[in-house]
């Protein structure tokens, strides 16, 4: 799947609205509680984007799979930490090309499909620890095939 005009120009206005937030976030993120608020601010526009199916990986658990429950769209990496993430590697290569700065969002804005159940457990689990969902999906009993090569 490709994405259309108007979405590739969606996600370049993206990109350049990330580089002018380049500055800030260099200035906030020494300071936890700036940071946060910051990523909180700022991690809609990675919600925007994904919501094609351009973003998704394919990959469904196992529970989902098996017809267990009502199909859910997981960020394996929730969007406020992917932010982080993102404008991380963004302050490293301000001139980042747009094709790298789609395969970026592709690594850590994209989605996989949970039951609503799941999706429910592993949100509850994983609030506020800072860490990405997929870590917890195995305590979860979330079974997703082909994730540790995703996120390696």
Not at 44 to 59: Q, S, V
Not at 61 to 73: A, D, I, L, P, R
Not at 143 to 149: K, L, M, Q, R
Request: net charge positive; glycine share 6%.
């Amino acid at each position: 799947m490709k994405l259309n005009k108007k979405q590739l120009v969606k996600v370049e206005e993206t990109l350049k609205d990330f580089i002018c937030l380049v500055p800030r976030y260099l200035e906030v993120r020494d300071n936890p509680s700036l940071y946060d608020m910051f990523l909180s601010r700022n991690r809609n526009p990675l919600f925007d984007l994904t919501l094609n199916k351009f973003w998704e990986t394919g990959l469904s658990s196992n529970g989902f799979k098996s017809g267990q429950g009502k199909k859910v769209k997981d960020h394996y990496i929730p969007r406020k930490l992917a932010m982080g993430f993102i404008m991380g590697e963004l302050s490293l290569n301000p001139n980042i090309t747009l094709d790298e700065f789609i395969a970026l969002c592709k690594r850590y804005a994209s989605t996989v499909n949970l039951t609503e159940q799941e999706h429910k457990l592993v949100t509850k689990m994983t609030k506020k620890t800072g860490k990405p969902n997929y870590e917890f999906y195995s305590k979860c009993g979330i079974v997703v095939e082909g994730i540790d090569e995703l996120i390696h």
